[in-house]
């Protein structure tokens, strides 16, 4: 029976649970492949410390060379992350004819074009489902289960981090920094959580979605990114009194004027399937024209479930090495779509804040929103403190840009003393 030869380069988190994964699969991947898989090398910067994860040390080398150089290695498994070496290794990799599969969101969401272009030139193999949400198969769903259709929206919660935050502000009343707090504790949060706190790991994600959803090439740069900092448990509980929950959301939308391609929060009905996906789980939300709504959910992170996608991926190829159909799914990106500017987009809002408590003040606020062609859906009194009154106003669907140059007369007013929260609305 042939055997094909992997290498794994990094031995972190995900790295240790693709050597578990392999190694549990092992007794059955003749079965189920028809060829053996073995794992060759595995690069690490540090031999000592990564000795004591694996069962036979000499596995582990820290010469990259040590690897490119084997021409019996056909697939390299690159979970190191960051932008360099990573892209070099993977480009040097493809071009000495191996396939690649690789995790890395930075990487793709940045540079995703140059890396698929090479493996078509080579016809190798280039496949990154761990790369969106962690366990969840979201990556071969849109570029192959639902190719049949036209997909119009692709929607989701893919950052466990900021996922877990929320519903703990959400089911104890924590504030966020206590939240954040308990996910650093917990290992949910990274010792520095700014790209998940900021949405930048989800707007990397939704990139790489949208991309493969509309068939055009979207990049992290061309991605609205909103966190959930300024979110407080006063925004969750008076969102939990209209119904509504707040989630971070990653949203990829086709229009007819071009692609909207976000991360920020939102309020969305409690009813929604999105809106009980809670703790560290992610899901996504696809809609198609054929298959009308679907929803993907499961653990978008972590050592096992980011392991069983990347396992995914080796299986596939090795298929393809089997049957000499290498590089058959390469890049999908045939269109070249504009992406809207988030002053373009459309939505509704929830805007609290803080006024003085005098007749002639909802009349002053409701006179700027009409002005601007923003129709008001509800407006209502909140709590008194002091000689001052809390007001949330939920508007109708409006352009950004027209709800944001009210939102800049409103607090220009000396009536209007604080404006504590902006959150779109679904
Ligand atoms: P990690 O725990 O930091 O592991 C990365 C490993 O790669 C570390 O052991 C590091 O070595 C090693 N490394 C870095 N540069 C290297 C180099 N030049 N040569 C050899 N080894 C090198 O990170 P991770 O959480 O496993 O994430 C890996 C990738 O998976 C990232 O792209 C990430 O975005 C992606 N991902 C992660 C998750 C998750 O749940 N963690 C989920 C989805 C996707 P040192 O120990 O010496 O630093
Ligand atoms: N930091 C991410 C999260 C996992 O919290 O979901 C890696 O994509």
């Known amino acids: 029976m042939k055997k094909i030869q992997i290498a794994l380069l990094g031995l972190g988190t995900v790295g240790t649970g693709v050597y578990e994964v392999l190694r549990r699969q092992k007794e059955e991947i003749p079965y189920k492949l028809g060829v053996e898989l073995e794992l060759k090398k595995i690069l690490v910067r540090n031999l000592e410390k990564a000795a004591s994860k694996v069962d036979d040390p000499s596995l582990l080398t820290n010469e990259w060379q040590d690897i490119i150089q084997d021409e019996s290695i056909e697939i390299v498994i690159e979970v190191m992350g960051g932008m360099e070496p990573a892209r070099t290794y993977i480009l040097e990799a493809l071009r000495a004819g191996k396939n690649v599969v690789t995790a890395n969101k930075d990487l793709i969401a940045a540079g995703g074009k140059e890396l698929l272009d090479e493996a078509a030139r080579e016809k190798k193999d280039f496949l990154f489902e761990a790369a ?97 900092t300024k979110i407080t448990s006063t925004d969750i509980r008076y969102a939990r009194e209209m119904g509504c929950a707040i989630k971070l959301l990653g949203v990829a939308r086709l229009t007819e004027e071009g692609i909207e391609a976000r991360v920020h929060p939102m309020l969305i009905p409690s009813d929604h399937p999105l809106a009980t996906v809670s703790d560290s789980y992610n899901a996504v939300f696809v809609h198609g024209d054929a298959v009308d709504d679907t929803m993907f959910y499961g653990r978008g992170a972590g050592e096992l479930p980011t392991a069983s996608a990347i396992v995914g991926d080796v299986f596939d190829i090795a298929r393809n090495i089997r049957f000499g159909c290498c590089g058959r799914i390469a890049c999908t990106c045939y269109k070249e779509l504009p992406v809207k500017k988030i002053t373009e987009i459309r939505s509704k809002y929830f805007l609290r804040m803080q006024v003085e408590d005098r007749y002639g003040v909802l009349a002053g606020i409701a006179s700027v929103f009409g002005n601007n062609c923003v129709s008001i859906a509800q407006i209502i009194q909140k709590a008194k403190i002091g000689d001052l009154a809390e007001i949330v106003v939920i508007t109708d669907e409006v352009e950004e840009r027209y709800f944001n140059d009210s939102l800049t007369i409103l607090k220009s007013m000396s009536m209007i003393r604080e404006i504590s929260a902006v959150i779109r609305v679904y």
Do not use: W
Not at 138 to 153: F, V
Not at 176 to 190: C, H, N, P, S
């Open 132 to 228: 969106v949400a962690g366990g969840i198969p979201i990556i071969r769903p849109l570029k192959q289960c639902l190719a049949g259709n036209h997909l119009t929206e692709v929607m989701g919660i893919v950052n466990g981090t900021t996922n877990f935050i929320l519903s703990k502000m959400s089911s104890e009343g924590m504030e966020f920094e206590e939240a954040l707090d308990m996910a650093t504790r917990l290992g949910y949060a990274e010792a520095d959580p700014t790209a998940d706190i900021e949405g930048y790991d989800a707007g990397r994600k939704v990139a790489i979605m949208a991309s493969i959803a509309f068939n055009s090439r979207v990049t992290f740069d061309d991605v609205y990114t909103e966190g959930i």
